[in-house]
Protein backbone atom coordinates (compact mmCIF):
# COMPACT_ATOMS: atom_id res chain seq x y z
CA UNK A 1 0.00 0.00 0.00
CA UNK A 2 1.79 3.64 -1.13
CA UNK A 3 0.21 7.00 -1.12
CA UNK A 4 0.72 8.60 -4.49
CA UNK A 5 0.29 12.79 -5.01
CA UNK A 6 -1.24 14.12 -7.78
CA UNK A 7 -1.04 17.72 -8.71
CA UNK A 8 -4.22 19.40 -10.44
CA UNK A 9 -4.20 18.37 -13.99
CA UNK A 10 -2.05 15.57 -13.72
CA UNK A 11 -2.59 12.44 -15.27
CA UNK A 12 -1.92 8.50 -15.30
CA UNK A 13 -2.68 5.16 -16.88
CA UNK A 14 -3.28 2.66 -14.27
CA UNK A 15 -3.36 -1.08 -15.65
CA UNK A 16 -5.20 -3.31 -13.34
CA UNK A 17 -5.78 -5.26 -11.17
CA UNK A 18 -5.32 -2.30 -9.04
CA UNK A 19 -7.70 -0.09 -6.15
CA UNK A 20 -7.71 2.93 -6.23
CA UNK A 21 -9.14 5.31 -2.83
CA UNK A 22 -8.86 8.93 -3.06
CA UNK A 23 -7.56 10.16 0.57
CA UNK A 24 -8.00 13.63 -0.40
CA UNK A 25 -8.99 16.02 -3.05
CA UNK A 26 -11.20 14.56 -6.93
CA UNK A 27 -10.66 12.39 -9.93
CA UNK A 28 -11.85 12.12 -13.15
CA UNK A 29 -12.05 8.74 -14.46
CA UNK A 30 -14.18 8.14 -18.01
CA UNK A 31 -15.89 11.31 -17.20
CA UNK A 32 -16.81 9.84 -13.30
CA UNK A 33 -15.77 11.95 -10.43
CA UNK A 34 -14.72 10.43 -7.79
CA UNK A 35 -13.92 12.34 -4.60
CA UNK A 36 -12.38 12.06 -0.97
CA UNK A 37 -12.93 8.22 0.45
CA UNK A 38 -14.27 7.18 -3.28
CA UNK A 39 -12.55 3.48 -4.79
CA UNK A 40 -11.67 2.57 -7.65
CA UNK A 41 -11.19 -1.30 -8.35
CA UNK A 42 -9.30 -1.95 -11.60
CA UNK A 43 -9.91 -4.62 -13.12
CA UNK A 44 -6.98 -7.37 -14.37
CA UNK A 45 -8.29 -6.99 -17.90
CA UNK A 46 -8.59 -3.53 -18.05
CA UNK A 47 -6.55 0.12 -18.10
CA UNK A 48 -7.82 3.36 -17.03
CA UNK A 49 -6.50 7.34 -17.41
CA UNK A 50 -6.92 8.89 -14.25
CA UNK A 51 -6.75 12.69 -13.79
CA UNK A 52 -6.82 14.35 -10.87
CA UNK A 53 -8.56 17.27 -11.07
CA UNK A 54 -7.39 19.07 -7.77
CA UNK A 55 -4.39 18.13 -5.71
CA UNK A 56 -5.15 14.88 -4.40
CA UNK A 57 -3.52 11.80 -2.66
CA UNK A 58 -4.90 8.38 -3.37
CA UNK A 59 -3.99 5.30 -1.66
CA UNK A 60 -2.73 2.34 -3.88
CA UNK A 61 -2.79 -1.05 -4.53
CA UNK A 62 -1.18 -2.80 -7.06
CA UNK A 63 -1.83 -6.57 -7.55
CA UNK A 64 -0.06 -8.97 -9.78
CA UNK A 65 1.57 -7.09 -13.08
CA UNK A 66 -0.39 -4.34 -12.52
CA UNK A 67 1.50 -0.62 -13.36
CA UNK A 68 1.07 2.58 -13.40
CA UNK A 69 2.38 4.25 -16.24
CA UNK A 70 2.33 7.87 -17.64
CA UNK A 71 0.05 8.83 -20.13
CA UNK A 72 1.73 8.85 -24.12
CA UNK A 73 1.77 12.05 -25.19
CA UNK A 74 -0.57 11.00 -28.13
CA UNK A 75 -3.32 9.76 -26.42
CA UNK A 76 -6.45 10.27 -28.03
CA UNK A 77 -8.28 10.55 -24.59
CA UNK A 78 -8.44 14.51 -24.94
CA UNK A 79 -10.33 14.17 -28.28
CA UNK A 80 -12.40 11.39 -26.81
CA UNK A 81 -13.73 13.87 -23.95
CA UNK A 82 -14.01 16.99 -26.61
CA UNK A 83 -16.29 14.59 -28.43
CA UNK A 84 -18.43 13.33 -26.03
CA UNK A 85 -18.56 16.54 -25.39
CA UNK A 86 -19.81 17.80 -28.56
CA UNK A 87 -22.60 14.77 -28.84
CA UNK A 88 -23.97 16.09 -25.46
CA UNK A 89 -24.24 18.95 -26.15
CA UNK A 90 -25.86 18.73 -29.83
CA UNK A 91 -29.50 17.89 -28.79
CA UNK A 92 -28.36 13.80 -29.98
CA UNK A 93 -30.69 11.26 -30.39
CA UNK A 94 -28.66 8.34 -31.39
CA UNK A 95 -24.97 7.39 -31.42
CA UNK A 96 -23.45 4.27 -32.96
CA UNK A 97 -19.80 3.71 -31.75
CA UNK A 98 -17.85 1.42 -34.42
CA UNK A 99 -14.27 0.26 -34.13
CA UNK A 100 -11.78 -2.55 -33.77
CA UNK A 101 -11.76 -5.54 -31.25
CA UNK A 102 -9.91 -3.65 -27.89
CA UNK A 103 -10.29 0.14 -30.00
CA UNK A 104 -11.69 1.29 -27.03
CA UNK A 105 -15.37 1.53 -28.08
CA UNK A 106 -16.69 0.23 -24.72
CA UNK A 107 -14.81 2.79 -23.23
CA UNK A 108 -15.62 5.51 -25.00
CA UNK A 109 -19.48 4.43 -24.61
CA UNK A 110 -19.29 4.51 -20.92
CA UNK A 111 -17.79 8.23 -21.14
CA UNK A 112 -20.62 9.46 -23.40
CA UNK A 113 -23.10 7.89 -20.64
CA UNK A 114 -21.30 9.74 -18.30
CA UNK A 115 -21.25 13.23 -19.90
CA UNK A 116 -24.73 12.59 -20.31
CA UNK A 117 -25.47 11.95 -16.93
CA UNK A 118 -23.09 15.12 -15.89
CA UNK A 119 -25.18 17.11 -18.23
CA UNK A 120 -28.80 15.89 -16.81
CA UNK A 121 -29.57 13.86 -20.00
CA UNK A 122 -31.25 10.27 -19.74
CA UNK A 123 -28.73 8.12 -21.58
CA UNK A 124 -29.51 4.62 -22.86
CA UNK A 125 -27.17 2.13 -23.73
CA UNK A 126 -27.04 -0.89 -25.96
CA UNK A 127 -24.32 -3.79 -25.30
CA UNK A 128 -24.59 -4.92 -29.19
CA UNK A 129 -21.07 -7.27 -28.94
CA UNK A 130 -22.82 -10.86 -28.31
CA UNK A 131 -19.23 -11.85 -28.09
CA UNK A 132 -17.78 -10.00 -25.11
CA UNK A 133 -21.39 -8.87 -23.81
CA UNK A 134 -20.51 -6.32 -20.78
CA UNK A 135 -24.26 -5.83 -19.35
CA UNK A 136 -26.35 -9.03 -20.05
CA UNK A 137 -24.90 -12.66 -21.13
CA UNK A 138 -23.06 -13.45 -23.94
CA UNK A 139 -25.22 -14.61 -27.16
CA UNK A 140 -27.77 -11.80 -26.38
CA UNK A 141 -27.88 -7.75 -27.11
CA UNK A 142 -28.78 -5.94 -24.11
CA UNK A 143 -29.91 -2.58 -23.36
CA UNK A 144 -29.68 -0.47 -20.29
CA UNK A 145 -30.58 2.73 -18.59
CA UNK A 146 -27.79 4.35 -16.64
CA UNK A 147 -28.83 6.19 -13.49
CA UNK A 148 -24.76 6.68 -12.76
CA UNK A 149 -22.11 6.89 -13.55
CA UNK A 150 -19.65 3.73 -13.71
CA UNK A 151 -16.15 2.85 -15.09
CA UNK A 152 -17.14 -0.39 -16.51
CA UNK A 153 -20.41 -1.16 -18.13
CA UNK A 154 -20.16 -4.42 -16.13
CA UNK A 155 -21.85 -2.28 -13.47
CA UNK A 156 -25.18 -1.64 -15.62
CA UNK A 157 -28.15 -4.23 -15.35
CA UNK A 158 -30.21 -4.50 -18.50
CA UNK A 159 -33.83 -3.54 -18.59
CA UNK A 160 -34.12 -5.80 -21.57
CA UNK A 161 -32.47 -8.11 -23.56
CA UNK A 162 -32.91 -9.73 -27.27
CA UNK A 163 -31.53 -13.24 -27.78
CA UNK A 164 -29.27 -13.84 -30.85
CA UNK A 165 -27.83 -17.51 -29.65
CA UNK A 166 -24.54 -17.25 -30.91
CA UNK A 167 -21.03 -15.09 -30.19
CA UNK A 168 -19.70 -13.98 -33.58
CA UNK A 169 -22.10 -11.61 -35.71
CA UNK A 170 -20.39 -13.24 -39.12
CA UNK A 171 -23.47 -15.84 -39.29
CA UNK A 172 -26.05 -13.75 -37.52
CA UNK A 173 -26.08 -10.33 -39.22
CA UNK A 174 -29.35 -9.70 -40.33
CA UNK A 175 -30.47 -10.76 -36.53
CA UNK A 176 -28.11 -8.46 -34.37
CA UNK A 177 -29.38 -5.84 -36.96
CA UNK A 178 -33.19 -6.14 -36.42
CA UNK A 179 -32.50 -6.97 -32.13
CA UNK A 180 -30.55 -3.49 -31.83
CA UNK A 181 -33.32 -1.61 -33.61
CA UNK A 182 -35.78 -3.03 -31.67
CA UNK A 183 -33.95 -1.74 -28.27
CA UNK A 184 -33.20 1.34 -29.96
CA UNK A 185 -37.03 1.82 -30.46
CA UNK A 186 -37.76 0.89 -26.97
CA UNK A 187 -35.46 3.44 -25.64
CA UNK A 188 -36.79 6.22 -27.58
CA UNK A 189 -39.72 5.04 -26.52
CA UNK A 190 -39.06 5.54 -23.00
CA UNK A 191 -37.54 9.01 -23.77
CA UNK A 192 -33.90 8.16 -23.30
CA UNK A 193 -31.53 10.22 -25.29
CA UNK A 194 -28.51 10.11 -26.26
CA UNK A 195 -29.26 6.01 -27.35
CA UNK A 196 -25.87 4.97 -27.24
CA UNK A 197 -24.98 2.00 -29.75
CA UNK A 198 -21.87 0.17 -28.86
CA UNK A 199 -20.89 -1.98 -31.49
CA UNK A 200 -18.64 -5.70 -31.87
CA UNK A 201 -15.13 -5.47 -32.98
CA UNK A 202 -15.92 -6.91 -36.52
CA UNK A 203 -14.63 -4.26 -38.71
CA UNK A 204 -11.66 -6.09 -40.17
CA UNK A 205 -12.75 -6.83 -43.77
CA UNK A 206 -15.19 -5.77 -46.47
CA UNK A 207 -17.73 -7.89 -45.30
CA UNK A 208 -17.83 -6.32 -41.42
CA UNK A 209 -17.72 -3.46 -42.87
CA UNK A 210 -20.94 -3.65 -45.41
CA UNK A 211 -22.89 -5.24 -42.17
CA UNK A 212 -21.55 -2.03 -40.10
CA UNK A 213 -22.79 0.05 -42.63
CA UNK A 214 -26.71 -2.30 -42.61
CA UNK A 215 -26.73 -1.63 -39.09
CA UNK A 216 -26.41 2.76 -39.73
CA UNK A 217 -28.70 2.46 -41.91
CA UNK A 218 -31.51 0.20 -40.57
CA UNK A 219 -31.04 2.37 -36.88
CA UNK A 220 -30.84 5.71 -38.35
CA UNK A 221 -28.17 7.44 -35.94
CA UNK A 222 -27.96 10.64 -36.25
CA UNK A 223 -24.59 10.89 -34.80
CA UNK A 224 -21.46 8.40 -35.77
CA UNK A 225 -18.33 7.80 -34.01
CA UNK A 226 -15.66 6.22 -35.79
CA UNK A 227 -12.37 4.66 -33.62
CA UNK A 228 -8.87 3.53 -34.80
CA UNK A 229 -7.04 5.21 -37.87
CA UNK A 230 -7.42 2.31 -39.89
CA UNK A 231 -11.13 2.76 -40.06
CA UNK A 232 -11.34 6.66 -40.38
CA UNK A 233 -12.74 7.39 -44.02
CA UNK A 234 -14.70 4.15 -44.37
CA UNK A 235 -17.90 5.43 -42.74
CA UNK A 236 -17.71 9.25 -43.60
CA UNK A 237 -19.64 9.22 -46.79
CA UNK A 238 -22.79 9.49 -44.63
CA UNK A 239 -21.73 13.45 -43.76
CA UNK A 240 -23.57 13.45 -46.99
CA UNK A 241 -27.05 13.19 -45.57
CA UNK A 242 -26.44 15.26 -42.70
CA UNK A 243 -25.26 12.58 -40.35
CA UNK A 244 -22.50 14.17 -37.86
CA UNK A 245 -19.23 11.45 -38.13
CA UNK A 246 -16.58 11.87 -35.89
CA UNK A 247 -13.25 9.76 -36.16
CA UNK A 248 -10.92 9.63 -33.38
CA UNK A 249 -7.62 7.28 -32.88
CA UNK A 250 -7.52 4.44 -30.70
CA UNK A 251 -5.45 4.17 -27.64
CA UNK A 252 -1.68 4.00 -28.04
CA UNK A 253 -1.02 1.86 -25.11
CA UNK A 254 -4.18 0.04 -24.05
CA UNK A 255 -4.84 -3.66 -22.60
CA UNK A 256 -5.41 -6.30 -25.18
CA UNK A 257 -7.05 -9.44 -24.04
CA UNK A 258 -6.13 -12.56 -25.28
CA UNK A 259 -8.69 -15.42 -26.64
CA UNK A 260 -8.44 -16.79 -23.28
CA UNK A 261 -8.75 -14.38 -21.13
CA UNK A 262 -12.07 -12.81 -23.22
CA UNK A 263 -13.36 -16.72 -22.63
CA UNK A 264 -13.01 -16.11 -19.22
CA UNK A 265 -14.75 -12.91 -19.30
CA UNK A 266 -17.76 -14.62 -21.00
CA UNK A 267 -17.75 -17.40 -18.25
CA UNK A 268 -18.41 -14.67 -15.90
CA UNK A 269 -21.46 -13.41 -17.49
CA UNK A 270 -22.60 -16.85 -17.59
CA UNK A 271 -22.39 -17.85 -14.48
CA UNK A 272 -23.70 -14.29 -12.89
CA UNK A 273 -26.80 -15.06 -14.93
CA UNK A 274 -27.17 -19.14 -15.32
CA UNK A 275 -25.57 -20.10 -11.72
CA UNK A 276 -28.30 -20.98 -8.79
CA UNK A 277 -31.10 -21.29 -11.19
CA UNK A 278 -34.18 -22.81 -10.66
CA UNK A 279 -35.91 -25.65 -12.80
CA UNK A 280 -38.87 -24.78 -14.58
CA UNK A 281 -41.43 -27.42 -16.46
CA UNK A 282 -42.22 -25.87 -19.87
CA UNK A 283 -45.21 -27.95 -21.63
CA UNK A 284 -44.10 -28.42 -25.31
CA UNK A 285 -47.36 -27.57 -26.89
CA UNK A 286 -47.81 -24.19 -25.64
CA UNK A 287 -44.55 -22.52 -26.92
CA UNK A 288 -43.10 -22.10 -30.22
CA UNK A 289 -39.68 -23.53 -30.23
CA UNK A 290 -36.89 -22.19 -32.64
CA UNK A 291 -33.43 -22.46 -33.77
CA UNK A 292 -33.42 -26.64 -33.72
CA UNK A 293 -34.36 -28.86 -36.60
CA UNK A 294 -35.67 -31.45 -34.20
CA UNK A 295 -38.51 -29.51 -32.73
CA UNK A 296 -39.52 -27.48 -36.05
CA UNK A 297 -40.78 -30.22 -38.35
CA UNK A 298 -43.66 -32.05 -38.49
CA UNK A 299 -44.07 -34.70 -35.34
CA UNK A 300 -43.57 -38.51 -36.95
CA UNK A 301 -45.24 -41.59 -34.85
CA UNK A 302 -42.27 -43.34 -33.31
CA UNK A 303 -43.71 -46.08 -33.47
CA UNK A 304 -44.01 -45.99 -37.76
CA UNK A 305 -39.87 -45.40 -37.25
CA UNK A 306 -39.17 -48.68 -34.74
CA UNK A 307 -41.22 -50.61 -36.37
CA UNK A 308 -39.39 -50.34 -39.81
CA UNK A 309 -36.05 -49.74 -38.65
CA UNK A 310 -35.71 -52.18 -35.15
CA UNK A 311 -34.59 -49.24 -33.25
CA UNK A 312 -36.20 -47.18 -30.38
CA UNK A 313 -36.60 -43.44 -31.09
CA UNK A 314 -37.76 -41.65 -28.52
CA UNK A 315 -38.73 -38.42 -30.82
CA UNK A 316 -39.27 -37.76 -34.39
CA UNK A 317 -39.83 -34.97 -36.66
CA UNK A 318 -39.61 -34.48 -40.63
CA UNK A 319 -39.03 -31.34 -42.63
CA UNK A 320 -39.33 -31.71 -45.88
CA UNK A 321 -37.01 -34.74 -47.26
CA UNK A 322 -35.24 -34.89 -44.48
CA UNK A 323 -36.12 -37.11 -41.15
CA UNK A 324 -34.69 -35.71 -37.12
CA UNK A 325 -34.39 -38.77 -34.92
CA UNK A 326 -33.94 -38.53 -31.06
CA UNK A 327 -32.78 -42.38 -29.91
CA UNK A 328 -32.90 -43.60 -27.19
CA UNK A 329 -29.79 -45.78 -26.75
CA UNK A 330 -26.69 -45.93 -29.41
CA UNK A 331 -27.26 -48.49 -32.59
CA UNK A 332 -27.22 -48.78 -36.13
CA UNK A 333 -30.60 -48.30 -38.08
CA UNK A 334 -30.93 -50.54 -40.77
CA UNK A 335 -33.41 -51.11 -43.24
CA UNK A 336 -33.10 -47.14 -44.18
CA UNK A 337 -34.98 -47.75 -47.59
CA UNK A 338 -38.08 -48.49 -46.05
CA UNK A 339 -37.64 -45.92 -43.70
CA UNK A 340 -37.28 -43.57 -46.99
CA UNK A 341 -40.19 -44.83 -48.81
CA UNK A 342 -42.59 -45.37 -46.34
CA UNK A 343 -42.09 -41.50 -45.02
CA UNK A 344 -41.04 -39.84 -48.09
CA UNK A 345 -37.64 -39.22 -46.85
CA UNK A 346 -34.46 -38.94 -48.13
CA UNK A 347 -31.87 -37.92 -45.51
CA UNK A 348 -32.21 -39.06 -41.63
CA UNK A 349 -30.25 -37.00 -39.37
CA UNK A 350 -29.68 -38.80 -35.37
CA UNK A 351 -29.65 -37.34 -32.37
CA UNK A 352 -29.29 -39.24 -28.99
CA UNK A 353 -31.42 -38.67 -26.07
CA UNK A 354 -29.43 -36.68 -23.53
CA UNK A 355 -28.12 -34.50 -26.42
CA UNK A 356 -29.90 -31.28 -25.02
CA UNK A 357 -28.75 -31.00 -21.38
CA UNK A 358 -26.75 -27.93 -20.83
CA UNK A 359 -27.92 -26.29 -24.14
CA UNK A 360 -27.75 -22.70 -23.81
CA UNK A 361 -31.57 -20.87 -24.80
CA UNK A 362 -33.96 -18.00 -24.25
CA UNK A 363 -37.33 -18.07 -23.07
CA UNK A 364 -39.44 -15.59 -24.33
CA UNK A 365 -42.29 -14.00 -22.86
CA UNK A 366 -45.24 -12.05 -24.53
CA UNK A 367 -43.59 -8.71 -24.27
CA UNK A 368 -40.52 -10.10 -26.84
CA UNK A 369 -38.30 -9.67 -24.07
CA UNK A 370 -35.55 -12.66 -23.96
CA UNK A 371 -34.10 -14.41 -21.02
CA UNK A 372 -31.36 -16.62 -20.52
CA UNK A 373 -31.92 -20.72 -19.05
CA UNK A 374 -30.60 -23.86 -20.02
CA UNK A 375 -31.65 -27.03 -21.15
CA UNK A 376 -31.82 -29.29 -18.60
CA UNK A 377 -33.98 -32.44 -20.59
CA UNK A 378 -36.81 -33.33 -22.60
CA UNK A 379 -39.64 -35.05 -21.63
CA UNK A 380 -40.62 -36.47 -24.22
CA UNK A 381 -43.81 -39.04 -23.20
CA UNK A 382 -45.21 -36.05 -21.07
CA UNK A 383 -43.92 -32.97 -24.24
CA UNK A 384 -42.02 -31.22 -21.52
CA UNK A 385 -39.07 -29.43 -21.23
CA UNK A 386 -36.97 -29.34 -18.01
CA UNK A 387 -35.18 -25.95 -17.69
CA UNK A 388 -32.89 -24.17 -15.51
CA UNK A 389 -33.47 -20.46 -15.25
CA UNK A 390 -32.94 -17.59 -12.55
CA UNK A 391 -36.51 -16.00 -14.51
CA UNK A 392 -39.20 -17.90 -13.28
CA UNK A 393 -42.00 -15.66 -13.44
CA UNK A 394 -41.67 -15.61 -17.07
CA UNK A 395 -45.06 -16.79 -19.20
CA UNK A 396 -43.11 -18.09 -22.53
CA UNK A 397 -44.24 -17.84 -25.77
CA UNK A 398 -41.16 -19.19 -27.73
CA UNK A 399 -38.15 -21.48 -26.28
CA UNK A 400 -35.39 -20.35 -28.09
CA UNK A 401 -32.57 -22.81 -28.83
CA UNK A 402 -28.83 -21.50 -29.74
CA UNK A 403 -25.44 -23.61 -30.84
CA UNK A 404 -23.68 -23.36 -27.49
CA UNK A 405 -23.41 -25.42 -24.51
CA UNK A 406 -22.43 -24.35 -21.73
CA UNK A 407 -20.03 -26.74 -19.47
CA UNK A 408 -19.69 -27.15 -15.59
CA UNK A 409 -17.59 -24.13 -15.45
CA UNK A 410 -19.29 -21.95 -17.22
CA UNK A 411 -17.04 -22.40 -20.22
CA UNK A 412 -19.09 -22.62 -23.63
CA UNK A 413 -18.60 -25.64 -26.16
CA UNK A 414 -19.84 -23.92 -29.56
CA UNK A 415 -21.40 -27.28 -31.60
CA UNK A 416 -22.22 -28.10 -35.17
Known amino acids: MAILKLGQGERIKVFGPASITVKKGQLEVLGKKLGSGERLIIHKLKSYIVIALNDSDLEVILGENASIQSVEPGDPYNDWAQIAGNITASNTEKVIILGGVDEGKSSFSILLANKALENGLKPALIDADMGQADIGPPGFISLAYPDKQVTWMRELKPVAMKFIGDIKPQNVKYRVIHKVSELVEKAVRDNRQPVIIDTDG ?33 FSRYRLIGIRVYEARAPVNRRTRSREERRMLRSDKYREFLAEAKTVKIPMDKVVISGTPIFTGRTVEVSVVN ?9 ASKIHDTLYLVLGEPGRITRIDALKKVLGIDKVRYYYGGFEKNLYIAITDREGDDYPALLESVNYERRELIVKTKYTNIDPVYVKFSNIKILENYTEQLLE
Not at 203 to 230: C, F, N, W
Not at 307 to 315: M, N, P, R
Open 307 to 315: ELTGVKAIY
Open 202 to 234: WISDVYAVIYKSQMIEEVKPDTIVVLGERNHGL
